[in-house]
């Protein structure tokens, strides 16, 4: 019986490896974001403690000096956390991306998959006719010669 062959087999081991590919860069991608949302949490909790300072500051006395120090303490804090959040806006819409780049190439290789599974299918139905065909021309055979029409 001849074996099956699928012509398009490079094909579905090429859409195998890029989907692996794409799962890998959706790996990093995840991995950066969860990375940046630490960030953002911690540039979240450096602005709280100078929100806290600029309060604990409020009921005291100060200098020209230590107002301006809080002042630029309370900014720094506000821009470092506008930043973290920036970059986990950036990392958020890149981990989108690269889910909707890996669902398409899980889409390409499954495309080829079934292709694969629908011509196998007809293959064994093509060979299995073939197979039950020449086992009944052996059987018609065997009749005749078993009958003398030989």
């Given at each position: 019986m001849k074996r099956f062959r699928f012509p398009l087999e490079r094909v579905l081991r090429l859409r195998e490896l890029h989907e692996r590919?794409?799962?890998r860069v959706?790996?990093?991608?995840?991995?950066?974001?969860?990375?940046?949302?630490a960030a953002l949490e911690r540039?979240?909790?450096g602005l709280e403690r100078?929100?806290?300072?600029?309060?604990?500051g409020a009921g005291v006395d100060l200098t020209a000096g230590?107002?301006?120090?809080?002042?630029?303490?309370?900014?720094?804090a506000m821009l470092a956390?506008?930043?973290?959040a920036d970059a986990h806006r950036a990392a958020t819409e890149s981990v989108v991306r690269e889910q909707d780049r890996f669902k398409e190439a899980r889409r390409?290789?499954?495309?080829?998959?079934?292709l694969r599974?629908?011509?196998?299918?007809?293959?064994?139905?093509?060979?299995a006719r073939a197979e039950q065909k020449e086992n009944d021309s052996l059987t018609e055979a065997r009749r005749h010669i078993a009958r003398g029409d030989a």
């Open positions: 590919d794409q799962a959706l790996g990093e991608a995840l991995h950066a974001e969860r990375e940046q949302r540039a979240h909790a100078a929100g806290e300072q600029v309060v604990r230590a107002l301006r120090n809080l002042g630029l303490t309370l900014q720094a956390a506008e930043a973290a390409d290789r499954r495309v080829i998959e079934k599974e629908k011509r196998h299918m007809d293959w064994s139905v093509t060979s």
